[in-house]
């Protein structure tokens, strides 16, 4: 068992006033002012990371152009090495997809608000098979409030803790004018051709601006209402067994797409004092919930078929942060506290064997009952970056402290434990913990050094502490050197890691087969067993690399990247049974061994007029897969082999603007090995495919906009077959051709 021993509080903040203090010595050891701005032009290690050829942002007009149906995601899963997956390769709750960067997962995904991570997917029960009835947390801010997106892949990604093994997400909310009051309303729709697919519409608002001379403001709504797909949709693509005339083959899961139901209100007060220091004051609320649409793990009854259509989950996120940045001669701080609180009241879903995950699980005795899961996370972070020369070089040095609670509560989920006199298939409903925490805390050092004047090197070192599974040094490096006048050489290298989550490392979540799943056929007498928690785990591990060369002779720009990262203490339902109760094997999540991903991402832009502008990114993926363990050979998450995306953009006038999409897709192969180690029957292929969009937009006026398009318009279509162990890889539906339209009004 990994030691227990925590750094308290009060310890943590001894530690940040000792790095700021440092701070401070530092600057009044500072005495020459020239010197100090001829410093602060390299920026920061933060800075300098963000121009890796790893990183990518989009802008609010790259927003405006190209408007999501409903999450972000659609969006971002046009940049390089970025992709749409379930949450595991098994395709269960195949159409939940998220954001999957360079083939490492959805779970290796850290989402950022305004820097601050959000992890209510968290609150999701995770699957025997590592799938989450979840769609992420990638829509907790409408798209018309964001500034930007930054996307970070790799080594860049590293730097933030826990959960950025694949990369970082950030989403940065416009902040509110100094200077005049500003407001807007937007109105969206999206109708689609095929009646079957769901339509959506939204609405959102903002007003912001200054409310004194040193106090500003801002405050947002949202609304957004998107139908479920019809509950045949996938229907008349499956095969009829075999003497039942159209009916569905059993175990087949055919749901389309959830509608969703989603509400947000935020507030800001930004409080500037000073010329030196501002104090930020976030409120949010946020709402999401779901229209049924029949998603169940694994089959199909008349249960779930009388919930079409209505709220099976709703996750409700109330987040509070209070934040104080200080910009100084001597260098600039940061000192913030959140607390963000995620309530996932959801109907009661089946824990045991074909039932798994299906809301009301065919049993009358749970249908109606709707259990709520609470996850609370108060985090304190600070950071000093302070310029000053060392050996001759130019450097910024950046010091920083992350204190970390974690504390969920899943009366659901957490609901069963081994009855020890074997009775109702050995399963004890109660009896348990409902409750499991993590603490954690990290302090971070990292520098920007110009060491000559063609050369930039950014090393950097982390260490974290987990109250359950100990201490993690994660070292990096990125460098960047300018071989010629267009020429330049970029790359990194750096430890990440993630800690196992609350359901992986807490020994009362059990789960229960009772003869469905079990690892080739164990059990005392027959195929039943259980998978339990276990708190022995250790935290997963990758050594992320990349190297690449950018040109950029001032009038177009391209690049090309090679990525690797090697997976370590991949954390998956266990294989050897560690003993046995009532006749049925024990399993636990066990650390299975090691994984591989690796790719080339590429970019180019050109200029093709003084309007028009050609943007094309390709990411092709040479592996990723496990590398060890009885699931050798195995996908981490099914891709597609590469991905193309291309964007034209003809500004015609200041008031009038064109765009075309263009995105070709990579064959996606899936899984040869079920959950019980044996092999699958059918493993169809997805076939390379490509979708192509159009769009419009138009400037009424100063304060009224138009856009409106039309995506797939060659009305590509994917439907979604079963999960994996029965069709391969088509679990999920690609939407087809679609009509949309936005008016936004500002003044």
Known sequence: MHSRDTLNLPMSLIALALLVGAATQAGADTTHDVELESLQVIGTAEEQIKQSLGVSVINSSDIERAPPVNDLSDILRRQPGVNLTGNSASGMRGNNRQIDIRGMGPENTLILIDGRPVTSRNAVRYGWGG????????????????????????????????????????????????????????????????????????ANFSLAGPLSETLSGRVYGSFNRAKADARDINTRHIDPVEGRSGALEPGL???????????????????????????????????????????????????????????????????????????????????????????????????????????????????????????????????????????????VLTAGLEVNREHLNDPGGMRQSIDPNGSGGGVLEGGSSTSASLDSQAVYVESNIAATRDLTLTPGLRFDHNGTFGSNWSPSLNAEYRLAQAWTLKGGIARAYKAPNLYQSTESYLLSSRGNGCWRGAG???????????????????????IGIAYDPGSWRSSLTYFRNDYRNKVDAGTTAIRVVNNQDVYRWENTGKALVQGLEGNIFLPLGTSLEWNTNLTYMIDSEKRSGPFKGEP????????????????????????ALATWYGKQTPPKLAQTGSTIATQDEVDPYAIFGLSAGYKVSDNLGLRAGVSNLFDKRLYRKGNAENVGAQTYNERGRSFFASVTTSF
């Open 636 to 659: 981490l998450s099914i891709i597609p082999e590469f991905t193309v995306n291309s964007t034209l953009d003809w500004f015609f006038d200041d008031r009038l603007s064109f765009q």
């Open 253 to 395: 899961n055919t749901a389309g797409r959830e509608g969703v139901v989603n509400k947000d209100v935020s507030g800001l007060l930004s409080w500037q004092p000073d010329a030196w220091n501002t104090v930020d004051l976030d409120l949010s609320f946020s709402r999401q919930g779901n229209r049924f649409a029949g998603d169940s793990p694994f089959y199909l009854d008349d249960a779930i078929e009388d919930m079409y259509g209505r709220e099976t989950n709703i996750t409700y996120r109330q987040a509070f942060a209070v934040t104080h940045r200080g910009s100084y001669d001597w260098g600039d701080t940061q000192l913030g506290l959140s607390h963000d609180v995620t309530r996932n009241k959801r109907q009661r879903e089946g824990l045991t064997g074909r039932v798994e995950g299906a809301p009301a699980a065919g049993d009358d005795s749970i249908a109606g009952v709707f259990d709520t899961s609470r996850l609370k996370n108060t985090r304190l972070h600070g950071q000093v970056d302070v310029p000053f020369p060392i050996a001759g070089f130019d450097q």
């Open 524 to 546: 005392g007498t027959g195929n039943s067993c259980f998978l339990e928690g276990n708190e022995n785990l250790k935290a997963e591990t990758s050594v992320n690399k990349e």
């Open 131 to 202: 799938d989450r009835d979840t769609r992420g947390d990638t829509n907790w801010v409408p798209a018309e409030q964001v500034e930007r997106i930054e996307v970070l892949r790799g080594p860049a990604a590293a730097r933030y803790g826990s959960g950025a093994m694949g990369g970082v997400v950030n989403i940065i909310t416009k902040a509110p004018s100094t200077q005049k009051a500003t407001g807007s309303m937007t109105l969206y729709t999206n109708q689609p051709e095929d009646r079957k697919e769901g339509t959506t519409d939204r």
